[in-house]
């Protein structure tokens, strides 16, 4: 078993001179509540898998309790908005689907909208900043999917992050050197430097306490007032007259309007297995695509051949993110659209990328964020729950008052949109079943890595027969149009053989030795002969898997 590691040292080779001043031994930097927990887990009572140690605490409490999985991911997700505020946050955008006891799947849809008066024509296109905000999901979109699906009360589910807020944690490692990154944006907004700053305008190092009162604050509103406390209320208020006030266009009519949706759940099979998505604004057509094309081609006879198919499917399938209409999605995941593609290409010849200027900047992007959870409990319920503030601490903007950052929405890193209109992301949150029997919750962070991480991890389990364990510690291929990226850095990675055995079969080929650079996984699998969930935590993050025991 692989104990939670304190420290990464590929992310944090960008930040080496701001942590050798944090002079905090590693040991002195953990917290003694997590401690008891690693990045692999086993329980027949259900399992939690998150981004953040606390988070998977809080999700593992109300297993304890007697919730269900959903009690779990709601109260995992509220606890990452306060514990991995660079990630996400009650500002930003939300994705879930829910495999129910009974097979049935469902999906949320809580992604961040433009404003009602937004004009794409006129907007100003920056990379952060107040003209960057939309409408916010996160609140909708966890009230929403505990009143449907939940057996515990917000005031219950939502406590864990009030307390982390309230009392403080200390800040990991990566968590801190992310935080550092972006010192000088966060100095631009007061509600920023007051939350994440301190009043030398310096950032908190690894080892020492946050403390978020502000938030704490906001969250009890939430826990009394549900939704409408963040939509309708004072925080609504303080919200619409922070972005009047600096140049903002969200209103008080804006977030009331707001309203979390029943997301499209997609479903195709992928080599004996049920495997579920969501549409628009998810990825999940794009990921499903990806899969059937996988199934399409020729069973690769070793690593080599199995990094080139995963390739030439990424890239096929990333050529159809501008085709996810109405209309065309029902086609897209199809076998006989796979079947199609693959008559029209061969292993040099895979469509080139479109490069136009209007290409969203989240497309481009070599550094995703996002955070990711998968909750599963006793009944067969599982849940993949993702949510983002897009890049790295969204927007850099908090409002006093309230102590959460804004996600970016506009501007261009998600694209252009009409008013009123949800923004597309490569959020993907995934379900397999097989038979009447649950088997994989998954997502991903990570940007334009996430259906491809999902897709390696998925292909590494069902194809290659391996654990959920080495699935995620194995290495994974990202299509960056004619070049094929290949994670380098894992001590399971590919050797010189290999890497000469891909280029071999005509492409480009870029070594990646960073980590975290290829999306992170958060995944529960089922055993049905066992009846154990496993949770595993990527081995590149911060994160845990715990369990009711």
């Given at each position: 078993?692989?104990?939670?590691?304190?420290?990464?040292?590929?992310?944090?080779?960008?930040?080496?001179?701001?942590?050798?001043?944090?002079?905090?031994?590693?040991?002195?930097?953990?917290?003694?509540?997590?401690?008891?927990?690693?990045?692999?887990?086993?329980?027949?009572?259900?399992?939690?898998?998150?981004?953040?140690?606390?988070?998977?605490?809080?999700?593992?409490?109300?297993?304890?309790?007697?919730?269900?999985?959903?009690?779990?991911?709601?109260?995992?997700?509220?606890?990452?908005?306060?514990?991995?505020?660079?990630?996400?946050?009650?500002?930003?955008?939300?994705?879930?689907?829910?495999?129910?006891?009974?097979?049935?799947?469902?999906?949320?849809?809580?992604?961040?909208?433009?404003?009602?008066?937004?004009?794409?024509?006129?907007?100003?296109?920056?990379?952060?900043?107040?003209?960057?905000?939309?409408?916010?999901?996160?609140?909708?979109?966890?009230?929403?999917?505990?009143?449907?699906?939940?057996?515990?009360?917000?005031?219950?589910?939502?406590?864990?992050?009030?307390?982390?807020?309230?009392?403080?944690?200390?800040?990991?490692?990566?968590?801190?050197?992310?935080?550092?990154?972006?010192?000088?944006?966060?100095?631009?907004?007061?509600?920023?430097?007051?939350?994440?700053?301190?009043?030398?305008?310096?950032?908190?190092?690894?080892?020492?306490?946050?403390?978020?009162?502000?938030?704490?604050?906001?969250?009890?509103?939430?826990?009394?007032?549900?939704?409408?406390?963040?939509?309708?209320?004072?925080?609504?208020?303080?919200?619409?007259?922070?972005?009047?006030?600096?140049?903002?266009?969200?209103?008080?009519?804006?977030?009331?309007?707001?309203?979390?949706?029943?997301?499209?759940?997609?479903?195709?099979?992928?080599?004996?297995?049920?495997?579920?998505?969501?549409?628009?604004?998810?990825?999940?057509?794009?990921?499903?695509?990806?899969?059937?094309?996988?199934?399409?081609?020729?069973?690769?006879?070793?690593?080599?051949?199995?990094?080139?198919?995963?390739?030439?499917?990424?890239?096929?399938?990333?050529?159809?993110?501008?085709?996810?209409?109405?209309?065309?999605?029902?086609?897209?995941?199809?076998?006989?659209?796979?079947?199609?593609?693959?008559?029209?290409?061969?292993?040099?010849?895979?469509?080139?990328?479109?490069?136009?200027?209007?290409?969203?900047?989240?497309?481009?992007?070599?550094?995703?964020?996002?955070?990711?959870?998968?909750?599963?409990?006793?009944?067969?319920?599982?849940?993949?729950?993702?949510?983002?503030?897009?890049?790295?601490?969204?927007?850099?903007?908090?409002?006093?008052?309230?102590?959460?950052?804004?996600?970016?929405?506009?501007?261009?890193?998600?694209?252009?949109?009409?008013?009123?209109?949800?923004?597309?992301?490569?959020?993907?949150?995934?379900?397999?079943?097989?038979?009447?029997?649950?088997?994989?919750?998954?997502?991903?962070?990570?940007?334009?890595?996430?259906?491809t991480a999902i897709v390696s991890v998925i292909s590494r389990v069902v194809d290659q027969q391996k654990s959920l364990e080495e699935a995620l510690a194995l290495p994974r291929v990202y299509a960056d149009e004619d070049t094929v990226l290949l994670e380098m850095h894992s001590a399971e990675g590919w050797n010189d053989e290999t890497v000469k055995a891909i280029e071999a079969h005509g492409f480009n080929v870029k070594e990646i030795a960073e980590e975290a650079r290829f999306g992170r996984v958060h995944a529960v699998i089922y055993n049905p002969e066992t009846k154990t969930f496993t949770g595993v935590a990527d081995p590149d993050w911060e994160g845990a898997a715990g369990a009711p025991e």
């Amino acid at each position: 078993m692989k104990y939670f590691r304190w420290t990464s040292t590929g992310y944090l080779a960008l930040f080496v001179s701001f942590l050798l001043a944090c002079q905090s031994s590693t040991d002195q930097q953990k917290p003694t509540s997590e401690t008891e927990l690693s990045q692999t887990d086993t329980s027949p009572g259900g399992m939690v898998s998150a981004a953040h140690p606390l988070a998977t605490k809080a999700g593992v409490e109300m297993l304890r309790q007697g919730g269900n999985a959903v009690d779990a991911a709601v109260a995992s997700a509220f606890a990452l908005a306060v514990v991995e505020p660079s990630m996400s946050g009650l500002g930003g955008r939300l994705q879930a689907i829910v495999r129910l006891p009974d097979g049935t799947v469902k999906g949320v849809d809580a992604t961040t909208q433009a404003p009602l008066t937004y004009d794409a024509a006129t907007a100003p296109k920056a990379p952060y900043g107040y003209a960057t905000i939309g409408i916010p999901g996160v609140v909708a979109g966890l009230t929403k999917l505990l009143a449907d699906y939940g057996s515990l009360p917000l005031s219950t589910v939502i406590q864990p992050a009030i307390g982390y807020a309230e009392n403080g944690y200390e800040l990991l490692p990566m968590a801190a050197a992310r935080h550092h990154s972006q010192q000088d944006r966060l100095k631009e907004f007061a509600g920023s430097s007051k939350y994440f700053l301190k009043a030398d305008s310096s950032t908190y190092a690894a080892g020492e306490l946050f403390v978020q009162k502000d938030l704490a604050n906001t969250l009890r509103q939430i826990a009394d007032g549900g939704g409408d406390a963040f939509y309708k209320g004072a925080i609504a208020e303080k919200i619409a007259q922070d972005m009047e006030a600096n140049g903002g266009i969200i209103t008080q009519e804006d977030l009331a309007g707001y309203e979390a949706r029943d997301a499209e759940v997609l479903h195709s099979e992928f080599e004996g297995y049920d495997v579920y998505g969501l549409s628009m604004p998810s990825y999940g057509a794009i990921t499903l695509e990806i899969l059937n094309l996988i199934e399409q081609m020729p069973e690769p006879e070793d690593e080599d051949d199995w990094a080139a198919n995963l390739y030439q499917a990424m890239e096929l399938g990333y050529q159809d993110r501008r085709h996810q209409t109405e209309d065309s999605i029902p086609i897209l995941i199809t076998d006989e659209y796979a079947q199609a593609l693959l008559a029209g290409t061969s292993e040099t010849t895979a469509l080139k990328s479109n490069n136009s200027t209007n290409i969203p900047a989240s497309w481009r992007a070599e550094m995703g964020h996002t955070t990711h959870l998968s909750t599963a409990d006793s009944s067969g319920m599982m849940v993949a729950l993702t949510q983002s503030l897009g890049p790295n601490m969204g927007s850099k903007v908090a409002t006093d008052g309230l102590g959460f950052l804004y996600a970016v929405t506009l501007g261009g890193y998600l694209g252009e949109f009409e008013p009123g209109q949800r923004a597309a992301s490569h959020i993907s949150p995934m379900v397999l079943s097989q038979g009447d029997e649950p088997f994989l919750a998954l997502g991903a962070a990570g940007g334009s890595r996430i259906p491809t991480a999902i897709v390696s991890v998925i292909s590494r389990v069902v194809d290659q027969q391996k654990s959920l364990e080495e699935a995620l510690a194995l290495p994974r291929v990202y299509a960056d149009e004619d070049t094929v990226l290949l994670e380098m850095h894992s001590a399971e990675g590919w050797n010189d053989e290999t890497v000469k055995a891909i280029e071999a079969h005509g492409f480009n080929v870029k070594e990646i030795a960073e980590e975290a650079r290829f999306g992170r996984v958060h995944a529960v699998i089922y055993n049905p002969e066992t009846k154990t969930f496993t949770g595993v935590a990527d081995p590149d993050w911060e994160g845990a898997a715990g369990a009711p025991e």
